[in-house]
Nanobody, 123 residues
Protein backbone atom coordinates (compact mmCIF):
# COMPACT_ATOMS: atom_id res chain seq x y z
CA UNK A 1 0.00 0.00 0.00
CA UNK A 2 1.12 3.56 -0.73
CA UNK A 3 -0.30 6.62 1.00
CA UNK A 4 0.58 10.13 -0.23
CA UNK A 5 0.19 13.36 1.71
CA UNK A 6 1.41 16.95 1.67
CA UNK A 7 -0.49 18.41 -1.24
CA UNK A 8 -2.36 21.68 -1.09
CA UNK A 9 -2.92 25.13 -2.57
CA UNK A 10 0.19 27.23 -3.13
CA UNK A 11 0.98 30.42 -5.02
CA UNK A 12 3.28 30.42 -8.05
CA UNK A 13 6.89 30.38 -6.92
CA UNK A 14 6.00 28.57 -3.72
CA UNK A 15 7.06 25.20 -2.36
CA UNK A 16 5.51 21.99 -1.09
CA UNK A 17 6.87 18.71 0.22
CA UNK A 18 5.00 15.56 -0.67
CA UNK A 19 5.34 12.34 1.32
CA UNK A 20 4.46 8.74 0.52
CA UNK A 21 4.42 6.06 3.20
CA UNK A 22 4.82 2.51 1.93
CA UNK A 23 3.72 -0.79 3.44
CA UNK A 24 3.34 -4.38 2.32
CA UNK A 25 6.68 -4.75 0.57
CA UNK A 26 10.41 -4.31 1.27
CA UNK A 27 10.64 -0.59 0.59
CA UNK A 28 14.42 -0.37 0.77
CA UNK A 29 14.84 -3.03 -1.92
CA UNK A 30 12.95 -1.27 -4.70
CA UNK A 31 13.11 1.79 -6.92
CA UNK A 32 10.27 4.25 -6.43
CA UNK A 33 8.65 6.82 -8.70
CA UNK A 34 6.45 9.90 -8.70
CA UNK A 35 3.94 10.57 -11.46
CA UNK A 36 1.26 13.22 -11.92
CA UNK A 37 -1.93 13.84 -13.84
CA UNK A 38 -3.18 17.33 -14.59
CA UNK A 39 -6.90 17.97 -15.13
CA UNK A 40 -7.96 16.75 -18.57
CA UNK A 41 -4.50 15.40 -19.40
CA UNK A 42 -2.72 12.08 -19.38
CA UNK A 43 -0.38 10.75 -16.75
CA UNK A 44 3.12 12.25 -16.75
CA UNK A 45 6.15 10.49 -15.26
CA UNK A 46 7.94 12.95 -12.94
CA UNK A 47 10.85 11.26 -11.17
CA UNK A 48 12.35 8.03 -9.88
CA UNK A 49 14.90 7.17 -7.23
CA UNK A 50 17.17 4.20 -6.67
CA UNK A 51 17.54 2.07 -3.58
CA UNK A 52 19.10 4.93 -1.65
CA UNK A 53 19.47 8.65 -2.34
CA UNK A 54 22.44 8.28 -4.69
CA UNK A 55 20.50 7.78 -7.95
CA UNK A 56 17.66 10.02 -9.12
CA UNK A 57 16.15 10.94 -12.47
CA UNK A 58 13.71 13.67 -13.45
CA UNK A 59 11.46 14.68 -16.29
CA UNK A 60 12.74 17.74 -18.14
CA UNK A 61 9.64 19.66 -17.04
CA UNK A 62 10.65 19.49 -13.35
CA UNK A 63 14.44 19.16 -13.48
CA UNK A 64 16.13 21.72 -11.24
CA UNK A 65 12.91 22.48 -9.35
CA UNK A 66 11.84 19.14 -7.85
CA UNK A 67 13.92 16.83 -5.65
CA UNK A 68 13.10 13.21 -4.91
CA UNK A 69 14.42 11.51 -1.79
CA UNK A 70 13.67 8.62 0.52
CA UNK A 71 14.01 7.51 4.13
CA UNK A 72 14.23 3.72 4.11
CA UNK A 73 14.14 3.54 7.91
CA UNK A 74 10.67 5.12 7.79
CA UNK A 75 9.50 3.48 4.54
CA UNK A 76 8.85 6.96 3.20
CA UNK A 77 9.35 8.59 -0.19
CA UNK A 78 9.47 12.37 -0.61
CA UNK A 79 9.14 14.90 -3.39
CA UNK A 80 10.23 18.47 -2.70
CA UNK A 81 8.51 20.86 -5.09
CA UNK A 82 10.14 24.31 -5.43
CA UNK A 83 9.54 27.25 -7.78
CA UNK A 84 6.08 25.91 -8.50
CA UNK A 85 4.29 26.97 -11.67
CA UNK A 86 0.59 26.90 -12.54
CA UNK A 87 1.31 24.05 -14.95
CA UNK A 88 2.45 21.91 -12.01
CA UNK A 89 -1.17 21.71 -10.88
CA UNK A 90 -2.02 18.00 -10.82
CA UNK A 91 -2.78 14.95 -8.75
CA UNK A 92 0.56 13.52 -7.68
CA UNK A 93 1.01 9.77 -7.25
CA UNK A 94 3.80 7.65 -5.84
CA UNK A 95 4.29 4.23 -7.38
CA UNK A 96 6.57 1.18 -7.32
CA UNK A 97 7.77 0.44 -10.85
CA UNK A 98 8.05 -3.15 -12.03
CA UNK A 99 11.25 -2.19 -13.84
CA UNK A 100 13.80 0.03 -12.12
CA UNK A 101 14.56 1.93 -15.35
CA UNK A 102 10.91 2.58 -16.15
CA UNK A 103 9.51 5.96 -17.13
CA UNK A 104 6.21 4.35 -18.07
CA UNK A 105 2.91 6.11 -17.48
CA UNK A 106 0.88 2.90 -17.61
CA UNK A 107 -0.51 1.67 -14.29
CA UNK A 108 0.10 -1.92 -15.41
CA UNK A 109 3.83 -1.20 -15.27
CA UNK A 110 3.68 -0.48 -11.54
CA UNK A 111 3.16 -3.03 -8.81
CA UNK A 112 1.83 -0.44 -6.37
CA UNK A 113 0.16 2.92 -7.10
CA UNK A 114 -1.08 5.32 -4.42
CA UNK A 115 -4.36 7.22 -4.24
CA UNK A 116 -2.69 10.55 -4.90
CA UNK A 117 -2.39 13.98 -3.31
CA UNK A 118 -3.65 17.14 -5.04
CA UNK A 119 -1.28 20.02 -5.75
CA UNK A 120 -2.88 23.25 -6.94
CA UNK A 121 -0.70 26.20 -7.95
CA UNK A 122 -2.72 29.39 -8.28
CA UNK A 123 -2.60 33.04 -7.32
Amino acid sequence: QLMESGGGLVQPGGSLRLSCVASGFDFGDVYMSWLRQAPGKGVEWVSRIGYDNSVAHYADSVKGRFTISRDNAKNTLFLQLNSLKTEDTAMYYCAKPNSRSSTSTRRDDYGYWGHGTQVTVSS
